[in-house]
């Protein structure tokens, strides 16, 4: 019932921020959890970032905790995936998803919809 769209990928260098969008169709959309995912050339795809379905609650993967902001926008039905101090490894193609739980998950099994993904490349 939902479809996601990712959006803002792009090569740039490290230390520097990019700003991924999800736009969302659907009228589930304000009602879903919502997580980032990545996944780099012959890895397992990993969890990166989820938010509840308000905004209110938020956790984030060690690895980018102190750079990466989730937020949303229901009235815009956009989640956002602000990414700050960028290092060659978070070096992935870039999904948004969401999932039909009551709050967050970190299983990527979990989740029903998902984008196509967005290609997000650091240069050192």
């Known amino acids: 019932q939902v479809q996601l769209v990712e959006s803002g990928g792009g090569l740039v260098q490290a230390g520097d921020s990019l700003r991924l969008s999800c736009a969302a169709s659907g009228r589930t959309f304000s009602s879903n959890p919502m997580g980032w995912f990545r996944q780099a050339p012959g890895k397992e795809r990993e969890f990166v970032s989820a938010i509840n379905w308000n905004g209110g609650r938020t956790y984030n993967a060690d690895s980018v905790k102190g750079r990466f902001t989730i937020s949303r926008d229901n009235a815009k039905n956009t989640v956002y995936l602000q990414m700050n101090s960028l290092k060659p490894d978070d070096t992935a193609i870039y999904y948004c998803?969401?999932?039909?739980?009551?709050?967050?998950?970190?299983?990527?099994?979990?989740?029903?919809?998902w984008g196509q993904g967005t290609q997000v490349t650091v240069s050192s």
């Open positions: 998803a969401a999932v039909r739980t009551v709050g967050i998950v970190l299983e990527s099994t979990k989740y029903t919809y």
